[in-house]
């Protein structure tokens, strides 16, 4: 599916993008090829296909939360330059 110069420079502006005349050929052409693919994918029938949004089963990577003992403020502090108190003390921004 083709898509003329004006619909391009219309997406590019939506995005914020400043773009040379090179590049707003370059995505012309791109644009629409990706337009074709979805063409293609949309004549396929899907009607028991349910939707989703990840073609692969997605799984929680964490492990679950186990309390634990947190650090003194000894501990907390043993690296830090400077301590004021129970703060870690850091130069002033200019």
């Known amino acids: 599916m083709l898509i003329s110069r004006e619909e391009a420079l219309h997406v590019a502006r939506l ?3 400043a773009l040379t005349d090179e590049e707003i050929e370059r995505i012309t052409g791109e644009l629409g090829a990706i337009l074709e ?3 293609v994918v949309s ?3 899907l009607a028991d296909v349910p939707p989703t949004s990840h073609p ?3 799984v929680n990577v964490w492990d679950d939360d186990e ?7 000894d501990e907390a502090f043993a690296n830090a330059p400077e301590r004021d108190g129970g ?5 002033p921004t200019v």
């Open 67 to 73: 309390p634990r003992s947190s650090l003194s403020l």
């Open 43 to 45: 004549e396929l029938d």
């Open 56 to 58: 692969l089963d997605l």
């Open 37 to 39: 693919a979805v063409g």
């Open 87 to 91: 703060h870690f003390r850091v130069p």
């Open 15 to 17: 995005a914020r993008l």
